[in-house]
C-alpha cells in the first residue's frame, strides 16, 4: 500500500511539470518584442511664418490658438531595419514634454507624411504632403507639465506605410486637433540638450533578437482614441 502511494505521488508531480512546461511555453512563445528607433528628423512649421526654418529648435511645437497653428513633422529611418517578414501588432512614438500652455482638455491628431523633409530646409511653404487617412487622436486630460512622457499610438500609420511599398523614411505628422481654441505642447526634439527627443517603439511577433517587451502593468500617460 505505501509503495502505491508513492506511486501515485510520483505520477501528480509528473503531471505537474507537464503542466508548468507546457503553460511556460504558450506564455513566452507570443510576447512581442520591440526595437527602438530615434527620429533621423524632426522640425514644426508655423502658419504664422510660413518660410521660416525651426529645424534645429530645441522642441517640436504642436499648437493652434484661433487660425495660427504650428504642426509637428517627425521622421524615422527604418526601411533598412525593420525585417520584412515581422508582423508589426503594435507602433507607438514616445515624447516628453518640454513647454506647455493654453486651455485643456485638448486632443493632438497624427497623421502620415506621403514623403521626405530636410529638417534643415522645411518651412509651412515647402512642408510635404500629409495623409489622415489612418490618424490617431491623443487627448490631454490636463495640461501637461516638464519632463511628461507621452505615447501616441502609430501602428495603422506604420502598416500603412509598410503596405505602400515605401522605401522613404517613415513619415508623421503631428496637429491640434480643428476644435482646439488655444493650446499648445513643445515636444523635445533631438536637438534638446536636457530631454530625450522622439522614440518609434515597434513590437512585433515572432519574438527575435530585440528582447524588449511590454510590462503587463504599463501604464500610459495619455488616451489614444480612433
Known amino acids: ?14 503531471l505537474s511539470l507537464i503542466a508548468v512546461s507546457g503553460f511556460a511555453l504558450l506564455a513566452s512563445s507570443g510576447d512581442p518584442t520591440t526595437f527602438k528607433v530615434s527620429a533621423s528628423g524632426d522640425a514644426y ?3 504664422a511664418n510660413p518660410a521660416a526654418v525651426y529645424g ?34 503594435r507602433a507607438r512614438i514616445r515624447l516628453l514634454v518640454d513647454q506647455s500652455y493654453g486651455a485643456f482638455p485638448a486632443q493632438t491628431v497624427t497623421g502620415r507624411l506621403l514623403a521626405d523633409f530636410n529638417e534643415a530646409t522645411v518651412t509651412y511653404n515647402t512642408a510635404p504632403a500629409a495623409s489622415f487617412d489612418t490618424s490617431t487622436n ?27 511599398g515605401q522605401r522613404t523614411l517613415f513619415g508623421l505628422v503631428l496637429t491640434m486637433d480643428s476644435g482646439t481654441a488655444n493650446a499648445g505642447i513643445a515636444f523635445a526634439s533631438r536637438e534638446n540638450a536636457l530631454l530625450d527627443g522622439p522614440v518609434l517603439q515597434i513590437f ?23
Open 1 to 14: 500500500m505505501p509503495f502505491k502511494s508513492y506511486k501515485v505521488a510520483w505520477v501528480m508531480v509528473a
Open 45 to 47: 512649421v508655423s502658419t
Open 56 to 89: 534645429k529648435d530645441a522642441d517640436v511645437w504642436v499648437s493652434k490658438v484661433g487660425s495660427v497653428e504650428n504642426w509637428g513633422y517627425l521622421s524615422f529611418d527604418l526601411a533598412s531595419k525593420l525585417p520584412a517578414g515581422a508582423a508589426v501588432v
Open 138 to 164: 491623443t487627448v490631454f486630460d490636463k495640461r501637461p507639465m516638464l519632463g511628461f512622457t507621452v505615447f501616441v499610438d502609430v501602428t495603422k500609420q506604420l502598416q500603412t506605410w509598410r503596405g505602400s
Open 204 to 226: 512585433t511577433v515572432p519574438p527575435g533578437q530585440y528582447g524588449y517587451s511590454i510590462s503587463p502593468g504599463e501604464i500610459f500617460a495619455v488616451r489614444s482614441s480612433n
